[in-house]
C-alpha cells in the first residue's frame, strides 16, 4: 500500500467559526501518524499559487478560541475549470502534496472529487454556518452562527418591546432555511419564513400577528431566510396590513465572525483527526459527514448528489407554541 507522507489541508469558499479547530485537528494528526503537514493559504488559489506554510505542532497552538481562519481562504473560479484542477495537482506534485484535506461546502468538494480524480487523494470536511451538506446532518460552524444571531434577536426584542414594534430580521443560509427555522424557535419568533416552505403573507404572518396582538402581545418578531424576498419591503407590507411599525434587519456577515461554541471546535476536532486517519490509509475522494450521532464518511459524488430537508417536526412544533 502506498503510504502518504506529505498531506496539506486547506479551507474554502465562506469562512465558517470552528474552521481552526478542524485546521488544528488535522495537524496534530498528521504529525500523530508520522506525516507532514502543510497549511495552504486561501483555499484553492494558494495551491495553484503554491502558497504554502509548514505546520508544525506549535503551529496551531492558541487558535481553537479564534474565529474565521488562520489559512485565510477564497472561492477561486479557476479552480473551477479542467485546467485549473491540473495546474493545482501540478503545484502539488512539486511540493510533494500527497494527499489533500479540504474544509468547505459543497463548491469545495467538488474540487476536492476533482483532484482526487486527478491523483491527490482528497477528504472534504464540512464548513459553512449554512448547514446545506446534504450528505451531514451538521456542518461546523452552524451552531457560533446560530447563536449569534440568536444574541442579536434577543436585542432586537429589547428595543421592540419598548417601542412596540415588529421586526423583521434576515439571517444567513443562502437557499437554506436551516439557520431560520433553529434560532425562529428559539428566539419566540411569530413567523418563519424560508425558501423550503410556501409563504402566504396574509396567513404566514397578518394573521399570526393580529392573532397575537388578540391575545395581548405588542411586540414581534419574524425571522426571514437571506435571498428569500427585499426584508425592507417585507417589512413595509407588514406595517401597512397589521399597523404595527415595523423595523427591518439583516444581520449579514456578523454570523460568520466570533468564537467558536463548544460543539463546533469538538464536531471540528473529530471530523479532521477522522479526515487524517483516511489518508493515512491512502483512501481519497470521500466526505466526513456526521450521521445520526455517528461520524461517518460518503464518497463525494455520492455526498453531492443527497437531499436534505428541514425538519418537518420542529415546524410541527412551531406551530402548536406560536400564538
Ligand atoms: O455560505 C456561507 C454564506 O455566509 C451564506 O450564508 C451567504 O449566502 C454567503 O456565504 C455570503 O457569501 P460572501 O461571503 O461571498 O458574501
Known amino acids: 500500500m502506498i503510504i502518504i507522507k506529505r498531506i496539506g489541508v486547506l479551507t474554502s469558499g465562506g469562512d465558517a467559526p470552528g474552521m481552526n479547530a478542524a485546521i488544528r485537528a488535522v495537524v496534530r494528526a498528521g504529525l500523530h501518524f508520522g506525516m507532514e503537514v502543510v497549511g495552504i493559504r486561501e483555499g484553492y488559489k494558494g495551491l495553484i499559487e503554491k502558497n504554502i506554510m509548514e505546520m508544525k505542532y506549535r503551529s496551531v497552538s492558541d487558535i481553537m478560541a479564534k474565529g474565521g481562519t488562520i489559512l485565510k481562504t477564497a472561492r477561486c473560479t479557476e479552480f473551477a475549470t479542467p485546467e485549473g484542477v491540473l495546474k493545482a495537482k501540478k503545484s502539488a506534485d512539486e511540493l510533494g502534496i500527497e494527499g489533500l484535506v479540504v474544509i468547505g461546502g459543497d463548491g469545495s468538494f467538488r474540487g476536492a ?13 464540512p464548513g459553512t454556518i449554512d448547514n446545506d451538506i446534504a450528505c451531514s ?93 427585499d426584508s425592507g419591503k417585507l417589512a413595509a407590507q407588514i406595517e401597512a396590513t397589521t399597523g404595527v411599525e415595523t423595523r427591518a434587519t439583516i444581520l449579514g456577515h456578523i454570523q460568520r465572525g466570533g468564537s467558536p ?50 425538519k418537518e417536526e420542529y415546524f410541527s412544533v412551531f406551530k402548536v407554541i406560536t400564538y
Open 261 to 310: 461554541t463548544l460543539r463546533d471546535r469538538l464536531m471540528a476536532s473529530v471530523m479532521g483527526e477522522k479526515a487524517v486517519e483516511l489518508l493515512k490509509d491512502n483512501i481519497g475522494n470521500r466526505v466526513i459527514a456526521y450521521k445520526n450521532g455517528v461520524t461517518v464518511d460518503y464518497d463525494i459524488t455520492e455526498a453531492l448528489n443527497m437531499k436534505k430537508d428541514l
Open 137 to 229: 446532518d451538521y456542518t461546523i460552524g452552524f451552531d457560533t452562527a446560530m447563536n449569534t444571531a440568536l444574541e442579536c434577536i434577543d436585542k432586537l426584542k429589547d428595543t421592540c418591546a419598548s417601542h412596540n414594534r415588529c421586526s423583521v430580521v434576515e439571517v444567513m443560509g443562502r437557499h437554506a432555511g436551516h439557520i431560520a427555522l433553529n434560532v425562529g424557535i428559539a428566539s419566540g419568533a411569530e413567523a418563519i419564513v424560508v425558501h423550503e416552505r410556501d409563504f402566504n403573507l396574509q396567513t404566514d404572518i397578518v394573521e399570526k400577528i393580529n392573532k397575537a396582538i388578540a391575545n395581548g402581545k405588542k411586540h414581534f418578531v419574524v425571522i426571514v431566510s437571506e435571498l428569500f424576498c
Open 113 to 125: 472529487r476533482d483532484l482526487s480524480n486527478a491523483g491527490i487523494p482528497t477528504i472534504g470536511i
